[in-house]
């Protein structure tokens, strides 16, 4: 199985801030990679797709790039409804694996 | 869109089964669908995927041989049948489509359905 490694696990920022999450997978999945947010009590929803592509109706503050191993989301000058849990996936082969989840938290 | 309904989780004693059932609100004909389920206060688990006409079947090793995909493109819906269920199976479980790209990804997610394990 490929085994999707997130960091940080838990980020402190606040409103207007820049950040950045990082996705390790532990062999290459060219750019099969995707980016979710998830809100307490409330389904994922998709972000980013084909590691960089940015889903219909996402805000352009979301960000992100990487191919192979190497994966980054960004998020530019944080909104308040930004504070949430972000996972990275991967759908190169089966079975699809998630990384741990970022808690991005209001400092 | 599609908007995804899932029902059918509820409490169930170790052993026992429960059938899961997503309701598509468009058509899920042309969509590979998906099981993720996440524990509380855990993560998400894919468990599942069936293509878009069910010649293609994957599980995870946690549930393999014990849970059943199976869609009805007829009526927009998507199953899991869960048997021999156990402690660790305790989670909300969603269903989420994926259209057909490349790179595919889970473009569409249900509410969720909680199941319980417990005795």
């Known amino acids: 199985d490929i085994q999707m490694t997130q960091s940080p696990l838990s980020l402190s920022a606040s409103v207007g801030d820049r950040v950045t999450i990082t996705c390790r997978a532990s062999q290459s999945i060219k750019n099969y990679l995707s980016w979710y947010q998830q809100k307490p009590g409330k389904a994922p929803k998709l972000l980013i797709y084909a590691a960089s592509s940015l889903q219909s109706g996402i805000p352009s503050r979301f960000s992100a790039a990487g191919a192979g191993t190497d994966f980054t989301l960004t998020i530019n000058s944080l909104q308040p409804e930004d504070f949430a849990t972000y996972y990275c996936?991967?759908?190169?082969?089966?079975?699809?694996?998630f990384g741990q989840g970022t808690n991005l938290e209001i400092k | 869109e599609v908007q995804l309904v899932e029902s059918g989780g509820g409490l169930v004693q170790p052993g026992g089964s429960l059938r899961l059932s997503c309701d598509a609100s468009g058509l899920i004909r042309g969509y590979t669908m998906n099981w993720v389920r996440q524990a509380p206060g855990k993560g998400l688990e894919w468990i599942s995927y069936?293509?878009?006409?069910?010649?293609?079947?994957h599980y995870a090793d946690s549930v393999k041989g014990r849970f059943t995909i199976s869609r009805d493109n007829a009526k927009n819906s998507l199953f899991l049948q869960m048997n021999s269920l156990r402690v660790d199976d305790t989670a909300v479980y969603y269903c989420?489509?994926?259209?057909?790209?490349?790179?595919?990804?889970?473009?569409?997610w249900g509410q969720g359905t909680m199941v319980t394990v417990s005795s």
């Open positions: 069936i293509s878009s006409g069910s010649s293609s079947i």
């Open positions: 996936q991967q759908s190169i082969i089966f079975p699809r694996t």
């Open positions: 989420a489509s994926s259209v057909l790209a490349l790179v595919t990804r889970f473009d569409y």
